[in-house]
């Protein structure tokens, strides 16, 4: 299946485009009807009233403007049914720029371009630089300083709104998806329990039998989209194909209030296999990610919370090479209120609310990476750990992952102990560092404790997370590690 074709405008409102090509083309005519004029007139009246109120009033009134000229854009594009081709779209950008005669094409910066036409003046560019969005709409390029402009607007209105940006990941984050033919005998069952595609608003599990596969969404996941669209404006991001990408959208958002256009695949990325925030028109200093794998994003680690990954199906598992029993095989799932959305949902308010209300200095100036930071460096915090039986033999142990991922937390690492030390890590309750442990009444815990902790954001109960007597040739790295 492949829906290449179809211009994206035919699946976006008009107030996505609208916010996203900005003030140059409301400056000049677009070939204005009588009742046009009209209201460009009344406009230029209000703006003598308009010099007396604060920025705030104005900057409300210039989007609202914008908005509505940018509306006359997609609804002219929109006239003719159907697919919207690069040549048509070509056709259409020639209606609608041929009449911009109030800037000249050489005196023109062009800010962007539209099927290879610059948007403010009409003229066919034969080298275009920036970044191509045509999630936004099919053949759209912005200009690197056209996107700086473009966000520093967006941020204005959206911090006078008390919002943030929020990248969602799709699979294994907010939903779970297999090809039918990889259905295992004992998740057949499924196939009698999906729910109607006719209100998918109620439903969580999905056959799209025109695609060969079902979805299944995660446990919480419409409160917690309900509830995250009130604190940011949200895009999903996916390494899936267009087409795959947007029919997610429909199931998690089939009224299109959370993300309208601002659905980004793998089609729409600039590096193979890397996800940027170069494709975002939002500040990076504003922007919080949620993402199950954390070398996607490899320029962006510290405004990423990594998720854990959501494991419905038995593909899945084998796909990560987990050699047990799914989801859907056990006939169970996460709890609503105790899973991975529920807990990342109580981080975002938090870090929302110090973003907003707990910083001392100027709104426009704050970073939620320096918040995120924060607030993830205070679920171990007075936590001082040493590792037993974790690291393979002569590994430098402060590159683990474990460990810096403890650092992050908020513990202190060591690889000697002393009386400070408050848990001793381990693979093996027998190696002499887990013995002092005992002795000394430290606590115990085994690796995942810390891991458990990274993903639910704080500190679990020790006793959860007891350490075997591992024997030698049960124990995968016994042969390449020891005792440290």
């Given at each position: 299946?492949?829906?290449?074709?179809?211009?994206?405008v035919?699946?976006?409102s008009?107030?996505?485009?609208?916010?996203?090509?900005?003030?140059?083309?409301?400056?000049?005519?677009?070939?204005?009807?009588?009742e046009?004029e009209?209201?460009?007139?009344d406009?230029?009246?209000?703006s003598?009233?308009?010099?007396?109120?604060?920025e705030?009033?104005?900057?409300?009134?210039?989007?609202?403007?914008?908005?509505?000229?940018?509306?006359?854009i997609?609804?002219?594009?929109?006239?003719?049914?159907?697919?919207t081709?690069?040549?048509?779209?070509?056709?259409?950008?020639?209606?609608?720029?041929?009449?911009?005669?109030?800037?000249?094409?050489?005196?023109?910066?062009?800010?962007?371009s539209?099927?290879?036409?610059?948007?403010?003046c009409?003229k066919?560019?034969?080298?275009?630089?920036?970044?191509t969005f045509?999630?936004?709409?099919?053949?759209?390029?912005?200009?690197n300083?056209?996107i700086?402009?473009?966000?520093?607007t967006?941020m204005?209105?959206?911090?006078?709104?008390?919002?943030?940006?929020?990248?969602?990941d799709?699979?294994?984050?907010?939903?779970?998806?297999?090809?039918?033919?990889?259905l295992t005998?004992e998740?057949?069952y499924?196939?009698s329990?999906?729910?109607?595609?006719?209100?998918?608003s109620?439903?969580?599990?999905?056959?799209?039998?025109?695609m060969?596969?079902?979805?299944?969404?995660?446990?919480f996941?419409?409160?917690?989209?309900k509830?995250?669209?009130?604190?940011?404006?949200?895009?999903?991001?996916?390494m899936?194909?267009r087409?795959?990408a947007l029919e997610?959208?429909?199931l998690l958002?089939?009224?299109?209030?959370y993300?309208?256009?601002?659905v980004?695949?793998?089609?729409?990325?600039?590096?193979?296999?890397?996800?940027?925030?170069?494709?975002?028109?939002g500040q990076?200093s504003?922007v919080?990610?949620?993402?199950?794998?954390?070398?996607?994003?490899?320029?962006?680690?510290?405004?990423?919370?990594l998720?854990?990954?959501?494991h419905?199906f038995a593909s899945?598992?084998?796909?990560?090479?987990?050699?047990?029993?799914?989801?859907?095989?056990l006939r169970?799932?996460?709890?609503e209120l105790?899973?991975?959305l529920?807990?990342?949902?109580?981080?975002?308010?938090?870090?929302?609310?110090?973003?907003?209300d707990?910083?001392?200095?100027?709104?426009?100036?704050?970073?939620?990476?320096?918040v995120?930071?924060?607030?993830?460096?205070?679920?171990?915090?007075?936590?001082?750990?040493?590792?037993?039986?974790?690291f393979?033999t002569?590994?430098?142990?402060?590159?683990?992952?474990l460990?810096?991922?403890a650092?992050?937390?908020?513990?202190?690492?060591?690889?000697?102990?002393?009386?400070?030390?408050?848990?001793?890590?381990?693979?093996?309750?027998?190696t002499?560092?887990?013995?002092w442990?005992a002795?000394?009444?430290?606590?115990?815990v085994?690796?995942?404790?810390?891991?458990?902790?990274?993903?639910?954001?704080?500190?679990?109960p020790?006793?959860n997370?007891?350490?075997?007597?591992?024997?030698?040739?049960?124990?995968?790295?016994?042969?390449q590690?020891?005792?440290?």
């Amino acid at each position: 299946m492949s829906l290449a074709t179809d211009s994206p405008v035919n699946s976006s409102s008009s107030d996505d485009l609208a916010a996203f090509l900005d003030a140059e083309l409301d400056s000049n005519s677009l070939g204005s009807s009588p009742e046009k004029e009209a209201e460009d007139k009344d406009e230029d009246e209000e703006s003598i009233d308009e010099e007396a109120e604060n920025e705030e009033a104005r900057d409300d009134k210039d989007l609202e403007r914008i908005k509505r000229r940018k509306t006359q854009i997609v609804e002219t594009i929109q006239e003719s049914p159907g697919p919207t081709s690069l040549g048509n779209l070509e056709e259409k950008t020639d209606m609608l720029y041929c009449a911009e005669v109030s800037l000249g094409t050489d005196n023109c910066p062009h800010p962007g371009s539209l099927g290879g036409m610059c948007y403010r003046c009409g003229k066919r560019l034969e080298e275009e630089s920036g970044v191509t969005f045509s999630y936004i709409c099919k053949g759209l390029r912005l200009g690197n300083d056209e996107i700086d402009r473009l966000r520093n607007t967006d941020m204005k209105h959206l911090l006078r709104h008390r919002k943030l940006y929020l990248i969602l990941d799709l699979d294994h984050t907010l939903l779970n998806s297999t090809l039918l033919l990889h259905l295992t005998p004992e998740e057949d069952y499924l196939k009698s329990q999906a729910d109607s595609l006719q209100d998918v608003s109620k439903g969580s599990l999905f056959m799209l039998a025109f695609m060969n596969m079902m979805t299944k969404l995660r446990p919480f996941v419409h409160t917690f989209l309900k509830e995250a669209s009130e604190m940011f404006e949200m895009y999903i991001y996916t390494m899936g194909d267009r087409p795959y990408a947007l029919e997610m959208a429909k199931l998690l958002d089939p009224s299109r209030e959370y993300f309208n256009a601002r659905v980004i695949s793998r089609d729409d990325g600039t590096q193979r296999h890397q996800k940027g925030l170069d494709v975002v028109l939002g500040q990076e200093s504003a922007v919080l990610i949620l993402d199950d794998t954390e070398n996607a994003w490899t320029k962006h680690r510290d405004n990423l919370i990594l998720m854990e990954r959501y494991h419905f199906f038995a593909s899945s598992c084998r796909q990560f090479g987990y050699h047990c029993q799914s989801l859907s095989q056990l006939r169970s799932d996460e709890s609503e209120l105790e899973g991975a959305l529920a807990s990342v949902l109580k981080v975002l308010k938090r870090i929302h609310n110090i973003f907003f209300d707990e910083l001392a200095n100027d709104l426009a100036g704050r970073d939620v990476r320096q918040v995120l930071k924060m607030v993830r460096g205070e679920v171990l915090k007075g936590c001082k750990l040493v590792f037993s039986h974790v690291f393979p033999t002569k590994f430098p142990a402060d590159t683990h992952y474990l460990w810096k991922m403890a650092e992050q937390l908020g513990a202190t690492c060591s690889i000697e102990l002393d009386p400070l030390v408050t848990h001793v890590v381990s693979t093996d309750a027998r190696t002499e560092k887990s013995r002092w442990a005992a002795k000394e009444a430290k606590f115990l815990v085994d690796p995942r404790w810390i891991e458990t902790a990274n993903f639910l954001w704080q500190k679990q109960p020790e006793e959860n997370f007891p350490v075997q007597q591992t024997k030698p040739e049960e124990n995968f790295h016994a042969k390449q590690m020891k005792d440290q």
